[in-house]
């Protein structure tokens, strides 16, 4: 579920960049190396490869359904990947050296741990809860602790924005303590599902060291024209559990490449079901596929983006989602559609007239989506659809045809469809099949009715 809300958060940005006329590259993927893999294959009974071909299908599965509009999908198994790994690699070797490794381990997170992480959670992961390994190793490290103050400077000089503020804070709190060096690689004799290192052929890559790679692999770094043209990235989208890896790590690496730091690093929240944490465990756990297939891509896109709070952790229930559903989108929106509609045919034959242009102040919607606000552009959008429901019992369009003032019934009409129109502009990186919908009812002279309801249930039986 949560990467279902990464997807579609992003697919926002893309799909407002793609309006505004700027060239877009919208990429993601997944990243398939690592000892998780390995120890879920051989759970499976099956070869790393192919668990990482399954899942990494039904990531591209899922994005086809949420209606993601992403130019590319990378895997970290795809062999320019692996092979522009290798090379990023090299050009950083000045910044590694190799040394004995002892620390704490969750192939969960795929993530070392600290002394005092470890005893703060008594010794088990909160995450995955099993207990942390010890490991003692001979690794590759990166000199992390020569990037610190780089990396704080760029942050509190805002030429790497890091949003919320919240999380903001978090990171310049930890590099204001100072980083320490990570190790970045693991014998290949006790985890072999990994890219090797060139020229040691006893070590693979640490997964989230080059996992992180996968950012500039995909445009072709270092040699490819989309690299050229489309680094540094305008936006990153992340969940907050890997923000220090995306907000210490990956800029030390650019650094050492003497690469720009991406432009924005957006740390998106959680979700929690019913005011509990998601587990399969506890018997909470929904996949988007329950809620699409009940209610529709645009319902869940619409619930996520808005109703889950875009700076904070958010809850999800069947009761709330059903009340958006009902009551914003098919009562509000749904309803103001299908009057306008139906006073169309009925009191004009369903000729539109002339659309009058739109007066509507944009700015507060566009700085909301710009600041990656997206519960707060659609608060401004749902006051336009309310303002839209007041107009129209306000004016009583009704009222005007028994009247028989058919002049300012038309004016009144055709205000309704320009605020139609403007609404679905503003909605398309949202709810991008509403927004085609509206656009098609009253694209011609006279309007076209859908079949059925803007915001059909698909399924009728009772969601638990």
């Not at 499976?44 to 591209?60: E, G, N, V, Y």
């Not at 000045?94 to 002394?115: H, L, N, P, Q, R």
């Not at 996968?214 to 270092?222: D, F, H, R, S, W």
């Not at 009902?326 to 559609?337: H, I, K, M, S, T």
Request: proline fraction near 5%; charged fraction near 25%; charge should be negative.
């Amino acid at each position: 579920m949560g990467h279902a809300m990464e997807f579609v958060m992003a697919d926002v940005l893309a799909r407002h960049a793609r309006s505004q006329g700027k060239p877009t590259i919208f990429s993601t993927g997944t990243d398939e190396h690592g000892s998780k893999i390995i120890e879920k294959a051989a759970e499976l009974k099956i070869t790393p490869q192919q668990l990482a071909d399954q899942m990494s299908q039904k990531f591209r599965d899922l994005c086809q359904k949420l209606n993601i509009s992403n130019d590319r999908f990378i895997r970290t198994t795809d062999k320019p990947h692996e092979q522009r790994a290798q090379l990023i690699w090299k050009a950083l070797e000045a910044d590694f050296y190799k040394s004995k490794y002892i620390g704490w381990y969750c192939t969960g997170d795929e993530a070392f741990f600290t002394e005092t992480e470890v005893k703060a959670n008594n010794g088990i992961c909160p995450n995955h809860n099993r207990p942390y390994e010890k490991l003692e190793e001979e690794n590759y490290f990166f000199k992390l602790s020569k990037y610190t103050e780089q990396i704080r400077q760029a942050i509190e000089s805002g030429s790497f924005v890091v949003i919320p503020e919240t999380k903001r804070n978090e990171i310049l709190s930890l590099l204001r303590e100072g980083l320490e060096d990570i190790s970045i690689s693991r014998p290949k004799d006790k985890i072999a599902w990994g890219i090797p290192v060139p020229g040691d052929k006893t070590q693979v890559m640490y997964v989230w060291f080059e996992a992180l790679m996968n950012y500039i692999t995909v445009l072709g770094y270092p040699e490819h024209k989309d690299f050229k043209e489309y680094w540094p990235a305008n936006v990153q989208i992340i969940g907050k559990d890997i923000s220090r890896f995306h907000a210490a790590i990956w800029p030390a690496m650019l650094l050492g490449l003497k690469l720009p730091l991406p432009k924005v690093l957006y740390v998106h929240s959680f979700i929690n079901i019913d005011n509990k944490k998601m587990s399969k465990s506890l018997g909470n756990y929904v996949s988007p596929d329950q809620v699409i297939d009940k209610y529709g891509t645009d319902s869940f896109r619409y619930f996520f983006l808005r109703h889950i709070p875009s700076y904070e952790d958010g809850d999800f229930s069947w009761e709330t989602f059903e009340a958006a559903h009902d009551n914003e989108l098919a009562n509000e929106l749904g309803n103001a559609v299908q009057r306008t509609v139906v006073m169309l045919q009925k009191y004009q034959n369903g000729l539109i007239g002339d659309i009058p242009p739109s007066e509507h102040d944009t700015v507060p919607y566009e700085t909301a989506i710009e600041a990656c606000k997206f519960d707060r552009a659609l608060d401004d959008v749902w006051d336009q659809v309310r303002g839209l429901n007041q107009y129209i019992d306000g004016e009583k369009p009704w009222e005007i045809a028994k009247a028989g003032d058919t002049a300012h019934l038309k004016e009144v009409l055709a205000y309704q469809v320009s605020c139609l129109l403007e609404i679905a502009d503003l909605l398309e990186p949202f709810l991008p099949d509403t927004a085609a919908k509206i656009h098609q009812i009253f694209a011609q002279e006279t309007v076209q009715p859908l079949s059925g309801t803007l915001f059909p249930k698909l399924e009728t039986d009772s969601v638990a």
